[in-house]
Structure formats: structure tokens, C-alpha cells
């Protein structure tokens, strides 16, 4: 009756269809009877594909097979492969939890962050590999358009799934749509033209009477008033202005969008209205710098200057002989403070604009890069470390280095990337390559965080282990890093 049930390939299948028939697989039996076999790829593949595994405790699956992935039993015993097939289908929870611990700690393995390992060990002895440019990563749309359906974008996803019930941000949503401004100004395609006017239209939908925006909306698409009650909107209103105004100075969007997003933001700078956070002032900084990049309105320099002059007076305030910073403590999307100076600079001319740009950017950059002079994890090299979110660095306390995320990155590389345009320095030009290799690999767990194959970005670098979903912020800020960079 066994052959009714059964089916036996007598082949030596290629990866493609091996992974074919693993993705079928609901358990993953490893039959050796040699001791000392080393290496068993089909096994790797199993654990890669998220598949748990029953096998013999041969010398690889001793090292690889523990009690979270699958079971290990003993060579030539039928029964204990019966027990073990057994337990596992009986307890659909048990095999299903396996398999997820199986593919979240296989990811080490996977060919990119082999690679990251065989770079890391090799530039021992040969510094320069680590050096350079690296090639940029083809610049992608498809996963941006993924998490977005025809409200907005997703907040969340579970690995590269969209997670409807995360509801949406006004964050993610302005983040998209400058995204896709510059993406269609660099590339002209229809679909970053038509991801922009759903991003525009959620902005217009959660547009406040008195010029500030509403940030969470859930997955109903209704406004959460209660959290947006409970939580500062402050950020999330500016970097839609920014949004706004990105959209409205940039020629090769047609004229009808570029007039909605206008109308948009005057509406609320009419309001006057007036932030008091630090990044919300950097970001309407930047909003003010692109219209008078092209319209030179007096009420609006006026407004930009007040907004300059209030990080310097925060900085003054906080600054000391080894503390130049604008706050008490470095936290997130740190490098926006310096760079919203710089472009208040380059509409201004104010020199000390400049000059205190320099000074907290090269502050930053010496707790960010450990080759500039920051203590990190793993000794003086070139990688890029930023800011831990667990706990953040506070002035005169421990800097925390986990968890680092994208966002960060992404902000560093653009004040960078700025900074350079402004002083022609190249020591600018190739620490802002530096970061972005954070991306690449080139972090504290030598791991990829940019996935090449759907064109998302992990949510960010923990102590021990990447986190694989890829959410809206996270996917968003790899594409303004890329979008930063001249092809």
C-alpha cells in the first residue's frame, strides 16, 4: 500500500527545483547513517526554506538542528523517526513555530552575508578591500508600490507581507511621497506618478483645520483621534510640509499635482503656524528652503530664518566643551538638526549657520563613524554605527548602540551627501558612501539590510540579529539613501 502514498526522484535535482519541492515540504527528513558527514546542502536549504527538520545526529546537523528547529535522533532507528513524524504533525503549532526559528536563523547563511563574512575576515590582511565605492543597488519600486493600496501606504508588514491592521501614518505617507517625487523627477515613470497622488491625497485627507495634519488613521481608514490625542504630531505634520513643498518646486511633475501640493501647504502656512520640536523645525526648514529655491518671498525667508535661529539658540543652550549638539541627547534622524543649518546657509549666507552645521555634524560623525573617532563595538574601522533607539545617548551618559534603524541612516546620508554640495569637501562625499553601505552590510553584524530580491529594507540591526520585517519607514528610508546618490 506504500506505493499509493509514496513517491521516490532517483535525481539529482538543480536549486531551483529543489527549492521547488521544499517549499512544498511541511517536515524535512535528513537520513545519514555517516557520523562524520559534514555538509549536507539539502539540509541548509531545508533550514533556509523556514522547513523543520527530523534528522540523524550526523556532524552537521549536531551543529546546526537544536530543539527550536527541529529533532535530532539516532542512526538506524525507524521508531524514533516514527515518534519524532509524529510528535511534529500532531502539533501544528510546534512545526509551524520551528520552521519560522529555522528561517530567521539561517539568515547569517544566506549568499550576501556569507560574502560579508569572507569580506570581513580577508580585509585582515588586505585593508584596502573595505575601502571605495561599492556598486549601487538598481533602484526599485516594486515593494513601495506593494505596501500601498489605493488609500495609502501600510505602516507595517510581517516579513514582506503588508500589515493592514498597522493602519497607516501621515510619517510614512509624506516619507512615500517624497520617495516618489524624486524617484519620478530622476526616472519619469507612470507608477511613481501615480504612487505620488495617493500619497497626496491621504496628506489632503488628514489636513486639520488649523494647519497641522493628523498623524495615525487605522486600518478602517479612519482617523485614530484618540492616539493622535495621546501622541505629538509635531514631526509628522513638518515632514509633510516638506512633502508638500518637494512636490511643488519640482518642474518635471506635471503642473495639476504640483498645484495640489501647493495649494496644500499654503493653506497651512497661512495658519502661521509655529513648531517647537527640533526635527519639526528642521523639517519645515527644509520645506522653506525648496520655495525659495524658487520663489523669493519675504514672509517666507522671514519664517526660515526665525526656524534657523531657533536651532542655534538650542544649541547654544546645550552645548559644552565636548558636547555640541542641539539637545541633551542624541536619539533619532540626529544628522536633519545640522543639515536643516546648512540649506538655512545656502538661502542665507549666514556664516554661522555654517559654522554650526560643521561643528554638530562633525560632533555626530564622531560618535557615528568609529574611524572618526567614536568608540563602537568591533574596534576603529570604517563602518557606520548609529544611534541605538534602546535608550538612546544621553549627555554625559552611555551611548546605546542597539537598536539601530534605517531612518537614522537614511538622515545621515542626506546631511552628508548636503554638506558636501556645499563645501566640495570629498571627506563628506565618502562618508556619506560609508553609511549607506550600512545597508549593504557593512554594520556591526555584517548583515544585509537591504533585500536586493523585493527591493524592501529590514527594520533595523539588533544586538544578535536583523529584524526581517520590512516595513513602510524602514523600505522608505533605503529608497531617499539610494535616491540621495547621482547614478
Same mark, same amino acid.
Given at each position: ?21 521544499? @517549499? ?72 509551524? &513555530? ?135 504630531? @509635531? ?31 499654503? &493653506? ?29 518671498? +519675504? ?70 563613524? +568609529?574611524? &572618526?573617532?567614536?568608540?563602537? +563595538? ?15 545617548? +544621553? ?11 534605517? @531612518? ?80
Amino acid at each position: 500500500g506504500l506505493s499509493n502514498y509514496v513517491y521516490f526522484y532517483n535525481t539529482y535535482f538543480e536549486v531551483k527545483k529543489l527549492l521547488q519541492f521544499l @517549499e512544498a515540504t511541511d517536515i524535512y527528513l535528513s537520513t545519514s547513517l555517516n557520523p562524520n558527514q559534514a555538509v549536507s546542502g539539502t539540509l541548509s536549504y531545508a533550514l533556509g526554506s523556514g522547513r523543520p527538520v527530523i534528522s540523524t545526529a550526523f556532524a552537521q546537523a549536531k551543529q546546526d538542528i537544536t530543539s527550536e528547529v527541529g529533532i535530532l535522533i539516532d542512526f538506524k532507528n525507524p521508531q524514533a523517526f516514527t515518534d519524532a513524524i509524529i510528535k511534529l504533525i500532531s502539533n501544528n503549532e510546534l512545526c509551524l &513555530q520551528m520552521g519560522k526559528n529555522a528561517y530567521f536563523r539561517t539568515r547569517h547563511m544566506t549568499l550576501e552575508n556569507v560574502a560579508q563574512s569572507y569580506l570581513k575576515y580577508f580585509s585582515q590582511f588586505a585593508p584596502e578591500l573595505t575601502l571605495g565605492q561599492r556598486k549601487l543597488p538598481p533602484i526599485k519600486l516594486e515593494y513601495l508600490a506593494k505596501l500601498t493600496d489605493n488609500f495609502g501606504i501600510i505602516q507595517f508588514a510581517k516579513l514582506t507581507e503588508p500589515d493592514l491592521s498597522s493602519g497607516y501614518t501621515l510619517d510614512d505617507n509624506a516619507r512615500a511621497l517624497i520617495a516618489a517625487a524624486l524617484h519620478y523627477k530622476k526616472f519619469r515613470t507612470h507608477s511613481a506618478l501615480k504612487l505620488a497622488s495617493i500619497y497626496l491625497n491621504f496628506l489632503y485627507r488628514v489636513a486639520k483645520p488649523d494647519g497641522y495634519f493628523d498623524n495615525y488613521v487605522n486600518s478602517k481608514r479612519a482617523i485614530d483621534k484618540q492616539r493622535n490625542v495621546q501622541e505629538n504630531s @509635531e514631526d509628522s505634520s513638518a515632514r509633510a510640509l516638506y512633502a508638500l513643498a518637494l512636490v511643488s518646486t519640482t518642474e518635471q511633475i506635471p503642473k495639476r499635482i504640483r498645484h495640489q501640493a501647493h495649494s496644500l501647504f499654503e &493653506q497651512s502656512f497661512r495658519k502661521n503656524i509655529v513648531f517647537s520640536s527640533p526635527r519639526a523645525i528642521a523639517f519645515y526648514i527644509k520645506a522653506l528652503n525648496c520655495l525659495l529655491s524658487k520663489w523669493k518671498e +519675504p514672509k517666507t525667508l522671514a519664517v526660515l530664518r526665525s526656524g534657523c535661529e531657533h536651532l542655534i539658540t538650542l544649541y547654544e543652550k546645550s552645548r559644552s566643551l565636548d558636547w555640541e549638539w542641539f539637545e541633551h541627547y542624541l536619539t533619532y534622524s540626529n544628522a536633519i538638526l545640522p543639515e536643516a543649518l546648512l540649506l538655512g546657509y545656502k538661502i542665507t549666507s549666514e556664516r554661522k549657520y555654517l559654522k554650526v552645521s560643521g561643528k554638530t555634524l562633525n560632533f555626530l560623525i564622531g560618535h557615528t563613524f +568609529p574611524s &572618526q573617532g567614536g568608540p563602537a +563595538p568591533g574596534g576603529k574601522d570604517s563602518t557606520y554605527i548609529p544611534i541605538g533607539q534602546s535608550g538612546w545617548f +544621553p549627555k554625559g551618559g552611555t551611548r546605546q548602540y542597539f537598536d539601530q534603524q534605517p @531612518e537614522d541612516a537614511t538622515a545621515t546620508i542626506q546631511a552628508l551627501n548636503a554638506m558636501f554640495q556645499i563645501t566640495n569637501k570629498e571627506y563628506y562625499k565618502e562618508l556619506a558612501y560609508k553609511a549607506f553601505n550600512w545597508f549593504l552590510g557593512d554594520n556591526v553584524l555584517r548583515q544585509v539590510v537591504y533585500d536586493r530580491t523585493t527591493g524592501g529594507c529590514y527594520d533595523g540591526v539588533g544586538e544578535k540579529s536583523i529584524n526581517l520585517n520590512q516595513g513602510a519607514e524602514s523600505t522608505i528610508s533605503y529608497l531617499l539613501a539610494r535616491l540621495s546618490f547621482k547614478d
